[in-house]
Nanobody, 121 residues
Framework: QVQLVESGGGLVQAGYSLRLSCGTS??????MGWFRQAPGKEREFVAA????????RYADSVKGRFTISRDNAKNTIYLQMNSLKSEDTAVYYC????????????????WGQGTQVTVSS
């Protein structure tokens, strides 16, 4: 059974950084990424990366502040989040799929359980 396990969430002050990690249960996926969902809002795309690590895509709201990367030897992806803002507060979900990068949630077959990120102003 495929499992995606996130870690690294927490409470941080605005302007500071956090790094999220997501490991898979030994399986390698072509595309992996992150979505987030804030209270009362729809789930939104954050970032994704393909197998090579060189093809990435970011939501406009995080460009220049967040960096996604992957270590295929460890079956793990990372999301380095810098200059955090209060509007980044959300539950962050790791996703994985076999297709190209898409910003649509239905484009990813597997989802993690989510990790809370709270940014205080």
């Amino acid at each position: 059974q495929v499992q995606l396990v996130e870690s690294g969430g927490g409470l941080v002050q605005a302007g500071y950084s956090l790094r999220l990690s997501c490991g898979t249960s030994g399986r390698t996926f072509y595309t992996m990424g992150w979505f987030r969902q804030a209270p009362g809002k729809e789930r939104e795309f954050v970032a994704a990366v393909t197998w090579s690590g060189t093809n990435t895509r970011y939501a406009d709201s995080v460009k220049g502040r967040f960096t996604i990367s992957r270590d295929n030897a460890k079956n793990t992806i990372y999301l380095q989040m810098n200059s955090l803002k209060s509007e980044d507060t959300a539950v962050y979900y790791c996703v994985a799929g076999s297709s190209s990068i898409t910003t649509t949630p239905s484009g990813y077959e597997y989802w993690g359980q989510g990790t809370q990120v709270t940014v205080s102003s």
